[in-house]
């Protein structure tokens, strides 16, 4: 029954992000244009990540920093960007709020993405896995997530693991369903809306 439900997941996704990509091209154009006036490089950025089963693929996001700019990586191996940060150009700031994410749609056409799943890592987090956070693998990476919308910007890698790792164990329809809703709020600005599923999940 589950293997039924996720090969249903896949098709309804791909074409959902069909649909979407089609009719939010004139976005797209507006977006990129906005980005090639306003900073030097490419309207799209592309990088190397980890998708299902560890297998690697090219994910590809409206640029929202200035070209060449380097990774800020803290001690506990988590790629930050701080508020203010000049790296981001003024589009950006914009786009960040979850705008730059959108050209993953063509992700999901070509079955390396889902709209819902774990954020996919760079490739070079897979040496630092271990067998707990493996899980992770047995989907497809999403554009959104439980860890997203529950706040993962602001916790642990090993808080980010975990509750992608919950995902993947109690995956059903009216968990990507609960996502989709919170995904909203989320992109909104309401970055609290998720507490109290995040401590329940979390203790």
Do not use: C
């Not at 029954?1 to 091209?25: G, H, I, N, P």
């Not at 507006?30 to 560890?54: M, N, Q």
């Not at 889902?114 to 990476?141: F, K, N």
């Amino acid at each position: 029954m589950r293997t039924l439900a996720l090969a249903a997941k896949t098709v309804s996704e791909w074409l959902l992000a069909l649909l979407l990509l089609v009719l939010l091209l004139p976005l797209f154009a507006v977006i990129a244009l906005g980005i090639k006036l306003t900073s030097r490089g490419p309207a799209f950025y592309i990088d190397e990540r980890v998708g299902r089963f560890g297998k690697a693929f090219r994910m590809v996001k409206f640029r929202s920093m200035h070209v060449d700019s380097p990774a800020i990586v803290t001690s506990e191996r988590k790629v930050i960007v701080e508020e203010n940060d000049p790296r981001v150009t003024p589009v950006g700031r914009v786009l960040r709020v979850g705008f730059d994410e959108l050209p993953q749609l063509l992700n999901v056409l070509k079955g390396e993405m889902a709209l819902i799943g774990p954020r996919p890592d760079t490739t070079w987090m897979l040496a630092e896995y271990t067998d707990d956070i493996r899980p992770r693998l047995q989907v497809r990476p999403g554009i959104t997530g439980l860890a997203q919308v529950l706040g993962g910007r602001d916790l642990s890698p090993e808080d980010n693991y975990r509750l992608d790792v919950s995902y993947v164990g109690n995956w059903s329809p009216w968990l990507d369903l609960r996502i989709a809703l919170y995904t909203i709020p989320y992109v909104l600005g309401a970055k609290n809306v998720g507490q109290r599923w995040r401590r329940t999940l979390l203790t």
